[in-house]
């Protein structure tokens, strides 16, 4: 059966707690909506983080991220939300997330968010 769209962010155990390693990905094809125009936008998230106890499941967060396609938000916004909901799930020693949203209006906006 394809995945759907979850707000769900499953975890694993880290395999290496006791070594501190930086996990890195990218996400080329984010979409949500202009909450004033109704436009889709486009970014690229650019996720990092330093594991303690667990680690996210890659599968479910694209289906976390697919969970935002239709719905209106502010760059700001979704980049924060995306950052809280991750250090929800896996309480990370360090992340950073960066939002490169594609040019709208002749703006091209980069949101950088940090954990702690």
Same mark, same amino acid.
């Given at each position: 059966?394809?995945?759907?769209?979850?707000?769900?962010?499953?975890?694993?155990?880290?395999?290496?707690?006791?070594?501190?390693?930086?996990?890195?990905?990218?996400?080329?094809?984010?979409?949500?909506?202009?909450?004033?125009?109704?436009?889709?936008?486009?970014?690229?998230?650019?996720?990092?983080?330093?594991?303690?106890?667990?680690? *996210?499941?890659?599968?479910?967060?694209?289906?976390?991220?697919?969970?935002?396609?239709?719905?209106?938000?502010?760059?700001?916004?979704?980049?924060?939300?995306?950052?809280?909901?991750?250090?929800?799930?896996?309480?990370?020693?360090?992340?950073?997330?960066?939002?490169?949203?594609?040019?709208?209006?002749?703006?091209?906006?980069? *949101? *950088?968010?940090?954990?702690?």
């Amino acid at each position: 059966m394809p995945g759907q769209p979850s707000r769900s962010l499953e975890t694993f155990p880290n395999p290496r707690p006791g070594r501190e390693y930086e996990i890195r990905f990218e996400c080329p094809e984010f979409t949500c909506v202009c909450p004033r125009t109704g436009q889709p936008d486009f970014a690229t998230l650019r996720v990092s983080y330093v594991p303690d106890e667990l680690c *996210v499941e890659l599968k479910s967060f694209k289906q976390y991220l697919w969970s935002f396609r239709e719905e209106g938000h502010f760059h700001e916004d979704v980049t924060n939300r995306i950052l809280d909901d991750l250090v929800a799930a896996l309480a990370p020693r360090r992340m950073t997330i960066e939002g490169d949203l594609n040019v709208r209006g002749g703006i091209h906006t980069t *949101v *950088v968010v940090r954990h702690p």
